[in-house]
């Protein structure tokens, strides 16, 4: 299939694996972040860590978009949903993230109605189709998703749809990494940028990991043999001692991003002061709300939003694991007392999250290719 | 690949994987107060349903297998002895038409196929329908049809039936129950607990084809893509099957759950490993590309009429003819092998030469974000 294949060629990617090991430094090792939850699935669904060899840790990062909603968010929409007439809307791996009290499939069983859609915009229909309903859609994500909520919300202005509104809960990926490069536990020799996230943002606003950090980042593409080529060229710049923005992902993005997305953002959305992420606590300027111009559609002024904080589970280490401090095996209750049946954290939840993604695809001992261990079979 | 060298996973690592397993070993409890839609998607949330709740109130040596037929003796009136197989299935499908069958079809093929995997010739079939007030009964005249012709095909006759209606609202238009008997040769004694290593794995053609045909059929997505539901009586193509093969040691039709359920069954029920190789497992272009872009694995999509085969490593090629003799299995594949180790553990070559496992899925497969 075209557009597919070509992706996962896997004798392009034993050239690959052998050139990566070949820039290892004999006793050097690596900790290269891919920041993305799409990364981190096609890592796993592919074994793309049988390339690599044993010196090159991947650190799985905080890009997961339900991996970083806290729990008393999650309350809050099902308190949302739960008000009388209330269709709300959400994307599919938000179903089953847990809140206090269940998840919204718990919920739905209780009582409320909380349809799966592909796309914001199917929550338009819902809202038409159900005039006596309210229809709230649940938004989350980066800035990949929050342009097709923001042209939501544009279109049903522009339709005069006035019983539909938007729960957002959009973050933004730079704070996000800021907060992981000023956490004092974590070395990380490089980045794996998001593909998806830099379509709509560009590659500019990483610039600054690279000349006040002295980190590489290379933007990659979601395809196995993008992300084994990223860590080649995240590999080239410091074997060369370079830290630069690299594109890898030059087919879909552009270096100055989406302009026409970015303006539908900033025209519907604006910055809160501060956002709760999940694990990494309250950090400032990393979420969107909607603007004041835009209140008739935002459900936090609309209904009556508890916003009750609620603590992490004390045996959860979601924070750590989204930090790449902890493997996902590394936490206390990963596969035991948490597991994809029965998630404590958020990482436990979608396909992207590291731990789920560890448990559903990883629990292996990796047989590594040829090339990928050629390197320490060599040394003495 | 044969030349890879096995690294073991670091001390802790292992640890930690073999702690997994024995948490993965212990009987499901049940923890939900209420049932969720994932009770009903056939992966764990739906195997720990039915140990936790129906295992436990009916536990009986013919329901334990959990096989997709219960074998009964039988003893007739001049005291001959002979087995059949006895099989239920309730089928809520939305839409009830789609581009290649309707819930009527569906039905009627259902049960066969879940006798015939259990290596019985379907016979009699019963069918129950739950209607709701409103429903157009030229639509039921159409489902009725296609029952008929359905069963006419797969040589069954539907000999008893029960009719409800229930108010507005309280029904999805149409449901069915059917449930089957068919008659047991001697000797025909299949099942997934016996799989055992060297064994070949096959499947008899495409899969997921049912599955992505009713995702797109709801109309929710906005994806059109020209592809059929498989729904086809299988009885023929196990007859040729199991007649030309003897060593044939499990067969199960890859409903709800996909092929990716099965396989994990067969590792579980006989304690083995399960290998596949992602490169020979048959997917329609239509399928994979309609998968890709939900991100949902076309191993977890269901199929109506698809089956998958545990044979005797020595026999794979034999049974491959067999299977491709017949138009249902015209496409046919060796997909993979029952190994020794891991233990209960489904894992899949992949295209791009990595390996990872293939594990049941909790409920449905949730499409992802971005």
């Known amino acids: ?380 | 690949m044969t030349n890879q060298r096995v690294l073991p996973a670091t001390g802790r690592e292992q640890q930690v994987l073999d702690r997994i397993e024995r948490a993965r070993r212990r009987r499901p409890k049940l923890r939900e107060e209420r049932i969720t839609m994932a009770h009903g998607a056939g992966g764990k949330a739906t195997h720990t349903l039915i140990e936790a709740i129906f295992l436990d109130a009916f536990r009986n040596p013919l329901l334990e297998p959990l096989e997709d037929a219960a074998r009964l003796p039988v003893q007739g009136g001049t005291g001959e002895r002979a087995t059949v197989a006895l099989t239920t299935d309730s089928f809520v499908v939305s839409p009830l038409f789609f581009p290649g069958g309707n819930i009527g079809d569906l039905a009627v093929n259902g049960t066969v196929n879940d006798l015939a995997v259990a290596g019985a010739t379907p016979m009699y079939l019963s069918a129950g329908f739950i209607l709701e007030e409103g429903f157009p009964v030229a639509d039921l005249t159409r489902i009725a049809g296609s029952m008929r012709d359905a069963a006419a095909a797969a040589g069954v006759a539907v000999v008893t039936g029960d009719t409800k209606v229930v108010e507005k609202g309280k029904a999805d238009g149409c449901y069915i129950n059917t449930a089957g008997v068919g008659a047991l040769a001697a000797g025909v004694n299949l099942g997934v607990a016996q799989a055992r290593p060297g064994d070949a794995i096959l499947v008899s053609g495409p899969i997921g084809d049912h599955g992505v045909t009713i995702m797109l059929a709801r109309g929710e997505l906005d994806i059109e893509a020209d592809v059929e539901s498989d729904t086809a009586p299988l009885a023929e193509l196990v007859a040729g099957l199991l007649g030309a093969v003897p060593g044939v040691r499990a067969l199960r039709d890859a409903t709800r759950g996909g092929v990716a359920t099965i396989l994990n069954e067969i590792a579980k029920a006989a304690d083995v490993g399960v290998l596949v190789t992602e490169d020979a497992i048959p997917v329609r272009d239509e399928v994979r590309g309609a998968a890709e872009l939900l991100g949902i694995d076309p191993l977890y999509v269901a199929c109506e009429g698809r089956l998958v085969a545990v044979v005797d490593g020595g026999q794979a090629a034999q049974a491959l003819a067999a299977l491709r003799a017949h138009p249902l299995g015209a496409q046919a594949a060796i997909i993979g092998e029952v190994t020794a180790e891991p233990l209960g553990l489904v894992t899949i070559k992949t295209t791009f030469g990595g390996t990872r496992i293939v594990d049941l899925l909790v409920g449905d497969p949730l499409p992802r974000i971005c």
Request: hydrophobic share 40%; aromatic share 8%.
């Open chain 1, 1 to 380: 299939m075209r557009f597919v294949d070509e992706f996962r060629d896997a004798e392009k990617a034993h050239a690959l694996a052998a050139r990566i090991a070949a820039l290892c430094e004999p006793g050097r090792h690596y900790k290269l972040m891919e920041v993305c939850g799409g990364h981190t699935h096609t890592i796993y669904k592919h074994g793309l860590e049988d390339y690599l060899p044993e010196s090159i840790t991947l650190v799985h990062g905080p890009g997961c978009p339900v991996c970083v909603i806290p729990m008393g968010r999650v309350d809050d929409a099902i308190s949302l949903a739960s008000q009388p007439d209330v269709i709300m809307t959400s994307f599919g791996d938000m179903m089953r993230v847990p809140g206090s009290n269940g998840a919204f499939f718990d919920a739905n069983a209780r009582g409320t109605n909380i349809k799966m859609v592909y796309s914001p915009l199917d929550s338009l229909k819902i809202a038409k189709a159900n005039p006596d309903k309210r229809v709230v859609f649940m938004a989350i994500g980066f800035e990949t998703t929050a342009p097709s909520t923001a042209m939501t919300v544009l279109r049903a202005r522009a339709q005069g749809i006035t019983n539909f509104a938007v729960f957002c809960n959009h973050v933004t990926i730079i704070p996000a990494i800021k907060a992981i490069l000023d956490s004092p536990d974590l070395r990380l020799d490089g980045f794996i940028g998001p593909g998806h996230v830099s379509t709509v943002i560009g590659c500019r606003p990483y610039e600054f990991i690279a000349r006040s950090y002295g980190k590489p980042v290379v933007v990659a593409g979601f395809e196995p043999l993008d992300i084994l080529q990223s860590i080649y060229m995240l590999m080239l710049q410091l074997s060369e001692g370079r830290s630069e923005v690299e594109n890898q992902y030059s087919r879909v993005v552009p270096w100055d991003g989406n302009p026409v997305a970015l303006k539908a953002i900033g025209e519907t959305m604006e910055l809160r002061p501060y956002f709760e992420w999940r694990g990494l606590g309250f950090i400032s300027h990393s979420a969107l709300k909607m603007r004041e111009a835009y209140a008739d559609f935002d459900a936090e002024l609309l209904f009556e939003v508890p916003g009750v904080r609620v603590a992490d589970p004390k045996a959860c280490q979601c924070g750590e694991v989204l930090k790449g401090v902890l493997k996902p095996w590394e936490c206390k209750v990963f596969g035991t007392a948490c597991t994809p049946e029965t998630p404590i954290g958020t990482c436990m939840v979608s396909p992207e999250g590291a731990c789920a993604a560890y448990y559903n695809y990883g629990r292996l001992n990796r047989q590594r290719v040829p090339e990928a261990i050629s390197i320490e079979l060599s040394r003495p």
